[in-house]
């Protein structure tokens, strides 16, 4: 089992719908989270981090579940420029980040 | 441009080859991150130093690759004897010090390694 699951994807949504992907965790001792965003043939880039308490950043949502050991990122009213692979991200707290396999999102016009 | 930059950006090699690569982080960062990531996939950590001492390795890290940086400030990874299985993107990553281990990584471009 892979440290990191995330859903499969791809996901195509015509703009302005909400769209929400789910990441799992096999590791009780990670400590902090991530969602990253990666264009096509760029590399990675921190769209924002995940707190317990759950975080807002314009359209984008993410909240974390300990008990369940999960992770959500929530986008609303889509854009086409949203379009993209998400990467959901655990850190234990030692020096090794887990990365999982991202989602891919289609936002169509 | 002050951030992450890899070189060389494309190498293609033969197998049996040893090739080379260069990180050089954003200058005020000490930790730093190397990562495998092939199609579909995530980056893979390999690797990563605070300073000039490597902290952490995994085991994806077999003993054809070795990881350095000697002066704390620009890293290199090296694979030998290439294989066409290691054909893949490398990247790099830095981070400040100021933040815990698990903070933001600042991503470099990448570079395309292919085996033939």
């Known amino acids: 089992r892979k440290e990191v699951e995330q859903d499969p994807g791809p996901f195509n949504v015509p703009e302005g719908a909400t769209v929400a992907f789910n990441c799992t965790y096999s590791?009780?001792?990670?400590?902090?989270f991530f969602w990253y965003r990666q264009d096509c043939r760029k590399e990675p880039k921190l769209l924002m981090s995940v707190y317990s308490s759950g975080n807002e950043d314009g359209r984008f949502t993410a909240q974390l579940n300990r008990a369940s050991q999960y992770i959500s990122l929530l986008i609303r009213d889509s854009k086409l420029s949203d379009s993209a692979t998400y990467l959901c991200?655990?850190?234990?707290?030692?020096?090794?980040?887990?990365f999982g396999a991202g989602t891919r999102l289609f936002v169509k016009a | 441009d002050t951030g992450v930059s890899q070189d060389p950006r494309h190498k293609i090699t033969k197998r049996g080859q040893n090739v080379t690569f260069r990180c050089d982080p954003i200058?005020?960062?000490?930790?730093l991150y190397w990562y495998r990531q092939t199609l579909g996939q995530g980056p893979e950590f390999l690797t990563y130093?605070?300073?000039?001492?490597?902290?952490?390795k995994s085991r994806l890290l077999s003993d054809r690759f070795s990881a350095e940086r000697p002066k704390g400030s620009f890293s290199t990874l090296e694979i030998q004897r290439t294989e066409q299985g290691d054909s893949a993107m490398y990247l790099c990553?830095?981070?400040?010090?100021?933040?815990?281990?698990?903070?933001?990584?600042?991503f470099g471009p990448g570079t395309r390694l292919t085996v033939l």
């Open positions: 590791n009780s001792a990670s400590q902090s």
């Open positions: 200058s005020e960062h000490n930790r």
């Open positions: 990553a830095s981070s400040p010090s100021r933040d815990s281990p698990g903070g933001e990584q600042f």
């Open positions: 991200v655990s850190h234990t707290g030692g020096f090794k980040t887990i």
């Open positions: 130093f605070q300073n000039e001492a490597q902290l952490e």
